[in-house]
Antibody, heavy 126, light 107 residues
Framework: QVTLRESGPALLKPTQTLTLTCTFSGFSLSTSGICVSWIRQSPGKALEWLARIDWDGDKYYSTSLKTRLTVSKDSSNNQVVLTMTNMDPVDTATYYC??????????????????WGLGTLVTVSS | SFELTQPPSVSVSPGQTARITCSGDAVTKQYVYWYQQKPGQAPVLVIYKDTERPSGIPERLSGSSSGTTVTLTISGVQAEDEADYYCQSADTSGTSVFGGGTKLTVL
């Protein structure tokens, strides 16, 4: 059974750095073809893709946010960590981690998400 | 980067057919995926690779593609289909993008 769970601070002040952890089970990020992403959703707004990390350590970032984002993995503890620097009230959102669907026998993951965490709401306010 | 465009809202009466479109140049080059999101919940995949339906998704949800537009069709709409729907695609560089979302209202 695949599960993902996001954790991190609920409230941050402007300019602070956000660190979120995605703890997952039911799969391993050491397995070829496994990839995990971070996605956020501001209140009442659309989903926004942020970053991705692959089983082999490859990383991809949103063009508009890449200077502020870092994604890393701790495969032994089944965790993916996202950091976002210089937080602003406009970054207030629910942050989700999600797994890309795996392709059996391939080193590449699919381009869509088959499992999502429940999300964690992060509010940025002074 | 690339963009996916969706209508902000679609309204239909129960039993009618709802069509939600997703358009953009990327649609002609990459597959599109559809997610359903109900209030307070995480998105759920309902269509993958333009037309494929995951197990457990009702047959009344279907996907199609024509030119620069892909369409999510919900036939015989039910009250439980009221939700936000998002299309998503990915480019060859490894990044993904979501459409702006469409709120489906069942009248």
């Amino acid at each position: 059974q695949v599960t993902l769970r996001e954790s991190g601070p609920a409230l941050l002040k402007p300019t602070q750095t956000l660190t979120l952890t995605c703890t997952f089970s039911g799969f391993s990020l050491s397995t070829s073809g496994i990839c995990v992403s971070w996605i956020r959703q501001s209140p009442g707004k659309a989903l926004e893709w942020l970053a991705r990390i692959d089983w082999d350590g490859d990383k991809y970032y949103s063009t508009s946010l890449k200077t502020r984002l870092t994604v890393s993995k701790d495969s032994s503890n089944n965790q993916v960590v996202l950091t976002m620097t210089n937080m602003d009230p406009v970054d207030t959102a629910t942050y989700y981690c999600a797994r890309y669907a795996a392709v059996v026998g391939s080193n590449n993951c699919e381009a869509y998400f088959d499992y999502w965490g429940l999300g964690t709401l992060v509010t940025v306010s002074s | 980067s690339f963009e996916l465009t969706q209508p902000p809202s679609v309204s239909v009466s129960p039993g009618q057919t709802a069509r939600i479109t997703c358009s953009g140049d990327a649609v002609t080059k990459q597959y599109v995926y559809w997610y359903q999101q109900k209030p307070g919940q995480a998105p759920v995949l309902v269509i993958y690779k333009d037309t494929e339906r995951p197990s457990g998704i009702p047959e009344r949800l279907s996907g199609s593609s024509s030119g620069t537009t892909v369409t999510l069709t919900i036939s015989g709409v039910q009250a439980e289909d009221e939700a936000d729907y998002y299309c998503q695609s990915a480019d060859t560089s490894g990044t993904s993008v979501f459409g702006g979302g469409t709120k489906l209202t069942v009248l």
